[in-house]
Nanobody, 121 residues
Framework: VQLQASGGGLVQPGDSLTLSCAAR????????VGWFRQGPGQERIFVAR??????CGNTYYSDSVKGRFFISGDTVDLQMNGLKTEDTAVYYC?????????????????WGQGTLVTVSS
């Protein structure tokens, strides 16, 4: 499976934005889909994940985005609300084949190209 994240752009603080993750050559069923971000000069860090194995749409969020970001139950779109300047980063979607509650980038098997989100006034 190949992944492609899209939907990034330039927004103002407080705005909302939705990122999509398209899968080619496969589906997300039975896997875990994770969202990560990498700010300028920073390491890639966990944002959110959706475990889709056995029909379970279990989601988990990092403390920095909890209550503001949400993963769609039907897709793996990342709905981002109340954006802050510190949310500025390149966002990536990734798949952990076989599922599981993983949050380390090292645990994910397939990565898409990122999409840049810039939050600035």
């Amino acid at each position: 499976v190949q992944l492609q994240a899209s939907g990034g752009g330039l927004v103002q603080p407080g705005d909302s934005l939705t990122l999509s993750c398209a899968a080619r050559g496969g589906t997300f069923e039975s896997h875990t889909v994770g969202w990560f971000r990498q700010g300028p000069g920073q390491e890639r860090i966990f944002v959110a994940r959706s475990s889709r194995s056995a029909g379970c749409g279990n989601t988990y969020y990092s403390d920095s985005v909890k209550g503001r970001f949400f993963i769609s139950g039907d897709t793996v779109d990342l709905q981002m609300n109340g954006l802050k300047t510190e949310d500025t980063a390149v966002y990536y979607c990734a798949v952990k084949i076989g599922g599981g509650g993983y949050i380390s980038p090292r645990d994910y098997d397939v990565w898409g190209q990122g999409t840049l989100v810039t939050v600035s006034s």
